[in-house]
């Protein structure tokens, strides 16, 4: 997931450039066969994002930081999970023992600001949590959804928040998937919603079936 930064010019452009180049990233590792889920693999995808943002910014005659986004995200596998966080925006999963919110959500050194992919020091700021079993149940939200679906005081997932979806994408049947999307949206764009936040909302939901 990748959230693009309101003060910056493309920056929506660069969060979707950001996914584009970590899924082109993935496929490529998928084609050459196995490979582990580590601190290098992450180091390795978040360098291939910040390079595939920097040539459009010297393509376009601009900055990198015109095309400023967070970038977070998470691999898993029978053999295990990689979580991986620069910015803000979180990352809730369950590996068998209940959701746990994997990375805190990075702040900046001022109120409202954060870490990006585009920064000098992308990389040092990265970071990583592994786990030995896949994920059963993730949730990837942007900052808008922070105040509703953690408890900030603890940096705890917010169950309640988290339940209706999880519970209903279990029951589902495939013909009722694109009814959960629907259901979502209208979710996030309700004023139950909106009343408590201003900022733009995502929220990438996944189950493991049996």
């Known amino acids: 997931m990748s959230d693009g930064a309101g ?3 493309k920056g929506e452009e660069g969060a979707e450039l950001a996914i584009q180049a970590a899924a ?11 490979f582990g889920l580590s601190d290098t693999l992450a180091t ?4 291939f994002v910040r390079e595939r943002i920097y ?24 053999m295990g999970t990689l979580v991986l966080q620069i910015g803000d925006g979180g990352v809730v999963l369950d590996v068998g ?27 040092s700021v990265l970071l990583t949590k592994a786990y030995a079993d896949p994920a059963l149940r993730v949730a990837a939200f942007s900052d808008g959804l922070q105040r509703l679906a953690l408890n900030m ?3 705890t997932p917010h169950e309640p928040f988290f339940a ?3 519970n209903g994408m279990a029951k589902a049947t495939p013909e009722q998937e694109d009814q959960l999307q629907a259901l979502l949206v209208k979710f996030l ?18 189950i493991r079936l049996p």
């Open 7 to 9: 003060s910056a010019a």
């Open 24 to 34: 082109d990233f993935i496929a490529k590792k998928l084609k050459q066969g196995e």
């Open 44 to 47: 390795d995808l978040v360098a």
């Open 55 to 78: 040539g459009k910014a010297e393509a376009d005659g601009l900055k990198a930081r015109d095309f400023a986004c967070t970038f977070l995200g998470l691999l898993s596998s029978p």
């Open 97 to 123: 023992s209940g959701l746990e919110l994997a990375v805190v959500p990075m702040g900046g050194e001022y109120a409202n600001m954060t870490h990006f992919v585009t920064d000098e020091d992308a990389i």
């Open 153 to 155: 005081a603890e940096n």
């Open 164 to 166: 209706p979806f999880f």
């Open 189 to 206: 764009g309700g004023a139950a919603v909106n009343e408590r936040t201003d900022d733009d909302k995502t929220l990438a939901l996944a």
